[in-house]
């Protein structure tokens, strides 16, 4: 928070990405609302659901992309510009005579653009954050540019389900486009005061290490570290059941309205999203205390259980079954996440901490699209039913998978002990 407020360049740069996130938000709300009435919504539904996951899936690329590019500022505000034109074509495309289908099909494709030029606009945003801030203040001020954007998008998705009442499809796709211009013209303000004052925020070195080099070095660290590959794997597939689920309830909400809608259909996805975003704020701000002496393998399970709970919910169409069960799912999944990673800092080689972190955080990011894409496309030919089905299937193997982790992780270590004794 102190960050914030004593570093105007840095204020700025916080309300660019603010003002991105609630105008995407605002967005997709709509977009979703849009395809919801269409005939076969099933099917539209899990295209936007493919084209909002996919991008995630190269969010490693986009970072070592990032990382070889010297002008990163002037990048960064280009890619909002780009962004900006994409959402006004869209806003344009609202009021023409375009059929349905084809509206859909152009608008899931701008987006899958925006959202890929997004992936590169992350990875030049990291080290221009560290350079603003400096690195003891870096975890600091990331910390609260999280919260914040949990926040902005929890409100943005109620002032989004208001304003569907009051303002057209269009009007929100110029609104996001407009927020990415301001955001933009943020970017630009901050990268031209550090130039006029001879302080430019370019990195003096870029990344002139080959791709696969990289990855290779960081694989190796981590799978010395016994037992963590394994438990990272096990979190990816959860937090692909996670994401997966996130995909699938607009699917079951638009089939079944009497049971599955709050008011409107607009507002049940902005108080889903609250329930997530509430569950993994708690978790994240107080389960690592109230949790400490639980092990990774433990709150792993205990998610898997959850996730299969929220799933059996799901199949019997009650949003009053559901929201308990994702609450608890997201603020234990957040626990598990944040245990991993503390697993990771104590027992990764400090000189190659940032390039293995970006390795788990690819193969966390990749089960995401790839379930989400498998399980909507069998929506989208067949039936919700059949994807909830196989949804509980993958989750079932999940914790079988974990359950077995755990035993052998447990015995390895009681092997250890008795070593370590004799050595002594």
Known sequence: MNVFLKNKDYRKFSVASFLSSAGDILFYLAFMTYASKLQNYSLALSLIAISESLPSL?????????????????????????????????????????????????VVIINFISDMAGTYARGLGAPLIVDLVGEDEFAQAEGFTNGISQVITTVAQFVGSGLLLFLSYSSLAFVNAFTFLAAGLLYASVGLRHKKDNKPLEPQEVNDQKFFATIKTSYTQIKKASGLLSVVLVIALLNGALTSMGSLLPIVMAGNRSTMIISTYSFTLAVIGLVVSVGAILGSTFGPQLFKKQSVFFMVITAIVLSVATTVAAMFANIYAIMPFYFLLAAVTSIASLKMQQWLVTTID????????GLLNTILMATAPMMTTVLTTISGLGDIRYALFALLAIEIIILFVAAKLSVKTKVNKEEIKPAAVVNE
Do not use: E
């Open 58 to 106: 190269f969010d490693i690329f986009g970072g070592y992309l990032a990382d070889k590019t010297r002008k990163k500022f002037k990048n960064i505000f280009v890619m909002s510009i780009v962004r900006f034109a994409l959402y006004g074509l869209v806003g344009v495309l609202f009021v023409t005579n375009v059929s349905q289908w084809g509206l859909i099909i152009a």
């Open 350 to 357: 400090r000189k190659i901490l940032a390039s293995s972190v």
